[in-house]
Structure formats: C-alpha cells, structure tokens
C-alpha cells in the first residue's frame, strides 16, 4: 500500500520544493522509489507517479546514471565533476544532473536541451562547411589547367556532397565535355555527343541560369550518360550552373543512389555555396588557357628567327632579355629578304626606351611600321623620317634607336650601306683582325620633329663581318669587382680574335663573353646581328623563300 505522503509529495522535505521548478524533477528515495514528481515531470512522463519503481519508467541511460549514483566509483583527489548525463525522453533531448540526499535520496533534475543541441549541431555543420570552402578554394585555385580543374571539383564534390557528381564543360561543337566521379573512385574524362537538355535544368545551368530544385528532376528519367557505370539507379539529382566571369563557366551535377535520402533545401544551398567556388577556378582556368593562347599566337611574330644565307650573304642573331623568365622586351631585329635577286636585303635592329611588355608594344610598332615601307628600302632616310613622324603622333612617348642595314652580294663580297638612327655605330670585322666602326650618325627616332641621318657604304671581303648590336651589351654591368662595363673597346678586341669566323659563330662569341662578364647580375636586353660576306657561295633562303624577323 502506497503511502499518502509518497502519493502526494507533499512532505515539507521533499514536495513543496520541487513543485515549483521550472524543470522536471524526480525525487527517488532509497528503495529505488519515486516520491515527488513536480508539475513540470507529471507533463513530460506521466507514466512515472510517485509510487512507482523509477527503473519501471525510466530510459536505459537514465536507468544506468541512477544506478551510479548510488553506487558511485571514488574519483581522485582534485578531479573535475563529472559531466552531466544526458539521452533522450521520447523525441526530445535531456541532460539530467543528479544530487544525492544523505537519506539515501536522490534528486533527478531533467534539463531540456534539445534546441541547444540543434543549434549546437548546426553551428558544428556550418563550422565544418565554412572549413571544407575554404580548403575546396584553396584546392581549385590551385591549377589554371581547365581539365584538371575540373577533376578537381568533380572529386570534391563526390567525397563531400554526393555519391557520384558531373562537370560539364560548355559544348564545343557537337560535343559536351564532361568529368565524373563516383565517391572512391577516379575522374573519367568523356566528350559525348549528346544533348544537355536531355537532363532538366542542366541546359539551362549552361546558359547561366538559376539552379532548378531538385524535386523537381525525375531521377528515373535521367538518360544513360549521366549515371556512371556501375552507380546503380539514381534516387535523386542536383543540377547547378557554374557561374563564371560574365559567361557561365559550366554546370555541376550530383547525383545520390536510390535508397539514400534526397537532398534537403540546406544541402541544395551548399551545393550552390561550392558550385560558386568551383565555377571562379574554371573560369580562371578557361581565362588563362585563352590569354595564353592569345599570347602564344602573338608571340610566333616576336620569336627569333633561325637565320641563314640569303641571296649568298650570312646572317645571323642573337638576343637575351633584361630578365631570364621573359623572352620579349625592348630590343629586336628583323631580317627582310630581297625579293628579287640582285637587290638588297634589309636588316633592321633596335632599341625602345624600357624593358619587358611595354616596350615589346612599341617595338611591335615599329616593325609593322618598317616593314610597311619596305618599298622605299633604297632610302634609309626618308624610312626613318616616316617612322619617326609614325611615333610622334603615336600614343607612346617612349623613344627608340635604331639601324638599318642593306647588304647585297657584289661578286665575291657583300656591298652594305649602314645608317644609324641614335644607336651605336656598326663594327667592320676584317680579315685581318682590324675592328673599325662604320661613319654613320644619326638622331633618335620618335623624340624631335625630325630625325636626320648620315649613310655609310661599306665593302665585305669573303670572311668579313658586320657586327650590329644594342647598347645591352657595351653597358653590360660585371667583371671582378661586379660594377664595371663590358664596354666598346672590350667588345672590339672580341671581335678582333673573331676574323674569318662564320656569322653564327660570331654571334655566339659575344653573347657567351657577355653573358660571362654579366655573371648573375643585372643587365638591361642585349641583341646583336652579324652580316658576314661568306668564303663560299650558296644561294639558300630563310624558310624557302619567307622573309626572316626576330623582334625582342
């Protein structure tokens, strides 16, 4: 027979108390049975009157925590309170924090932390999202190679979002470019000829339009190419575009098997938060394949020619840029064969004011320019007056020196006629060893209203050279003591040891003495182009019968 009291609770010990917590609260006395349950407890378990055995009613967990308490294992000394317990009553979550009586009565405090879990949880996911975003940014951008970009997303989307995923690449032509990715597995690369809008949304991702919900997506109408070999029926679909840098850069697709639960609202949304992601780096990638290819294109005109005998006179040149990971800057040289026998080819080297692109840009002008007024090639004034008007009304307000040079076979020898526009005289190499500079001067071109010029005629003997070369070289900073110039006589006595040596020897010989004296310092662009007047005669042309140029 139930006691009143234990019914009721309302010992002055135990009832009033309790009953007015604002949390439940079971009082279990030492027989295991439970003598007040508050208002709060009667709601949550209505089951457990007081009366009644708490094992009777109580969860596992619950159950489990009572029994130690009762029998409590000794902790050391100055150890921290254990943790409350906690489990769940129904669908909700509790944590239960004991207090022990010395009557061999225990007090169960019930606290309901199931939104605190929640948010706990969510707070753990977004921490967890925000870590694996950032890493999958770091990844993706990692690589400006479009194919391997999209493997990359392909493989972290399948280890992270779903069971297999899909990138598709913009068509080219009739064929769709796609990576897929099972969840363990390795990317394959396809180029199918099929049709996006076979897949709802996925044609439309690849126009650049919002995501279609995935609800809305049929998984057992998807066709054949979208589900990898191997992955089994498909329980639900994702399609979201790649955005991209003003166009969109592709779609992404995640599919989960049959059987496993849809993608929710939240896990669509952080499919977009990395589709996001993932469409800059394919963006980046498609950017910098398309400059590069842009940039390869335009730079088959800047590349050195391979230069060789031409209407029986050598040629040959040479160049390095002011900076060893760059092939373009401020010096160049063009060589333009004469079209008909007999008459001159016309050799042009130069220097524009600055390094690097800048004044690659400039140097493209003035090539394009030069090589406009090859029909007045016979004048060398009258082309260096044109292009120094060209540059003055140009946008640029860089300067450039410049030399022309028009050599033509005349019987065993080569007849040259050399003008200087500002830039350092050419160097006659004799048979003998002799060094002499050509009696040319001229004015800059593209600094002052005009640009007037002195021409000199010269005469090759068979194993004579002609030495064209930029101020890089004579100015080239090294030796001993690292601060010294190359300098004009230094050069001069190289080209003494060089008589009767080939154009191509030459040129090697003093690139290979000044890129010593440089060692590894600093230098500003070198170029030089030797005409030599061969001991043997060979008519050969530059690339059958194209014309040879090298602008640096």
């Not at 009644?52 to 029998?71: E, I, K």
């Not at 063009?334 to 016309?346: I, R, T």
Request: hydrophobic share 40%; aromatic share 4%; with cysteine.
């Amino acid at each position: 027979m139930v006691s009143t009291r234990a019914q009721t609770g309302a010992g002055p010990e135990h009832g009033s108390p309790w009953r007015r917590a604002p949390y439940p609260v079971l009082v279990v006395d030492g027989r295991d049975t439970i003598v007040v349950r508050n208002d709060s407890a009667e709601a949550l378990l209505p089951g457990a009157r007081p009366g009644t055995r708490f094992a009777d009613w109580a969860p596992d967990w619950l159950s489990a925590a009572h029994n130690a308490v009762r029998a409590p294992r000794p902790r050391p000394a100055g150890s921290a309170a254990a943790e409350p317990l906690s489990g769940l009553i129904g669908e909700r979550s509790f944590e239960a924090y004991p207090r022990a009586q010395g009557d061999g009565t225990v007090v169960w405090w019930l606290v309901d932390d199931t939104e605190l879990r929640l948010v706990r949880e969510a707070l753990r996911l977004e921490r967890e999202q925000t870590a694996f975003l950032t890493r999958a940014s770091s990844t993706l951008l990692s690589s400006l190679n479009m194919v391997r970009c999209m493997e990359v997303i392909a493989h972290l989307a399948s280890e992270h979002l779903a069971d297999a995923a899909l990138v598709v690449a913009p068509a080219r032509g009739t064929r769709l470019p796609m990576v897929t990715c099972l969840r363990g597995g390795d990317t394959v690369r396809t180029h199918a000829p099929v049709d996006p809008d076979e897949v709802p949304g996925l044609g439309e991702a690849l126009r650049g339009f919002p995501p279609m919900p995935s609800r809305w997506i049929d998984p057992s109408a998807a066709p054949d190419w979208l589900v990898p070999d191997g992955f089994g029926p498909a329980g639900s679909i994702v399609v979201t575009p790649l955005p991209g840098h003003g166009v969109p850069a592709g779609a992404l697709v995640l599919l989960r098997r049959s059987g496993d639960a849809p993608f929710t609202d939240n896990e669509e949304v952080f499919a977009r938060l990395f589709a996001a992601r993932a469409g800059v780096a394919m963006s980046a990638a498609r950017l910098y394949a398309e400059q590069s290819s842009i940039t390869e294109t335009l730079m088959q005109e800047l590349l050195p020619p391979s230069l060789h005998e031409v209407s029986g006179v050598d040629f040959a040149g040479g160049y390095r840029p002011s900076a060893d990971h760059e092939r373009i800057g401020g010096d160049f040289y063009d060589v333009h064969p004469a079209v008909v026998d007999g008459e001159p080819s016309l050799v042009a080297l130069g220097d524009v004011c600055g390094k690097g692109l800048e004044a690659a840009v400039l140097t493209g002008k003035i090539r394009n320019t030069l090589h406009a007024l090859l029909p007045m090639a016979d004048d060398h004034q009258r082309m260096i007056g044109l292009l120094n008007t060209a540059l003055l009304n140009s946008r640029h307000s860089r300067f450039a020196t410049l030399v022309l040079a028009s050599a033509v076979r005349e019987g065993s020898g080569v007849g040259l006629r050399l003008t200087s526009a500002g830039h350092p005289s050419p160097l006659i190499v004799r048979a003998t060893g002799a060094v002499e500079e050509a009696r040319t001067r001229g004015t800059l071109v593209g600094a002052l209203p005009s640009a007037p010029a002195r021409t000199a005629s010269i005469t090759l003997a068979p194993g004579e050279s002609c030495v064209l070369y930029t101020d890089g070289i004579t100015e080239a900073k090294g030796g001993p003591m690292g601060g010294t110039q190359f300098g004009e006589e230094r050069l001069q006595r190289a080209l003494s040891e060089c008589a009767g040596m080939p154009a191509e020897s030459v040129v090697e010989r003093v690139q290979m003495l000044a890129s010593e004296w440089v060692g590894k310092g600093s230098h500003d662009d070198m170029a030089v182009v030797v005409i030599s007047a061969p001991r043997s005669h060979h008519l050969i042309a530059v690339n059958g019968h194209t014309r040879g140029r090298f602008t640096a």
